[in-house]
């Protein structure tokens, strides 16, 4: 793992954690660093600063992401208006941690991206979508190589971040079928942070700005009280 924090105390507390709770860390104080580092042993997951002297955390992912890297990444961020957090995630990160925030939670945001290498599959007893010659998957107008980790509608293709392209594949794979938020949690970040987290909400409106097009149907519904659900009306 590769930590990148500016703050020392925040730094050191967080690379004792990490240490105790099993990872191998190492931990770096800016953004050259950072890409530095990652250039030099690239590590299977990143955790980054946002707000970081010289190169900040959003460009160390821009540049990684610009380089076709697609290691996980956890942003750390004291920022916490909407327009900032999408912000990160079109910069290419994975997902977020307010500051300040319990070392629980980001274990176990850490531990939902590492889980990320294995595919997401539907539900037990939902219904499968159409499945291509290819082994992509189709429904409502969507088309998904999984392997690729490629996403179109009808003929444009998505740039999707990776949490982004694993709510779609969880949605298309459910298509028809209303997903409630614990269970969206669970299958996408492996925990279910509670009733009053907006971080599922930040990314479906992100993901559906990427999908939504003039004269076209909007895909994701919102099932109020309950949850999402993916259909072309």
Known sequence: MLLAEDDRAIRHALERALTLEG????????????????????PDVLLLDVMMPGIDGLQVCRVLRAEGDRTPILMLTALVETQ????????????????????????????????RTSPVGPLTGVPKPQSAPDGQIEAAGLRMDVQARRAWRRTRELELTRTEFELLELL???????????????????YDFGPGSKNLAVYVGYLRRK?????LPQLIHTVRGV???LRED
């Open 23 to 42: 990872y191998r860390v190492t931990a770096v104080a800016d953004g050259v660093e950072a890409l530095a580092q990652a250039h030099r042993t690239p």
């Open 84 to 115: 900032d957090r999408i912000a990160g995630l079109d910069a290419g990160a994975d997902d977020y941690v307010v500051k300040p925030f319990d070392v629980e939670e980001v274990f176990a945001r850490l531990r939902a991206l590492l889980r």
């Open 172 to 190: 298309v794979r459910n298509a028809g079928i209303v997903l409630d938020h614990s269970t969206i949690y669970d299958r996408i970040w492996g």
């Open 211 to 215: 999908l939504d097009e003039p004269g």
């Open 227 to 229: 949850g999402y659900v």
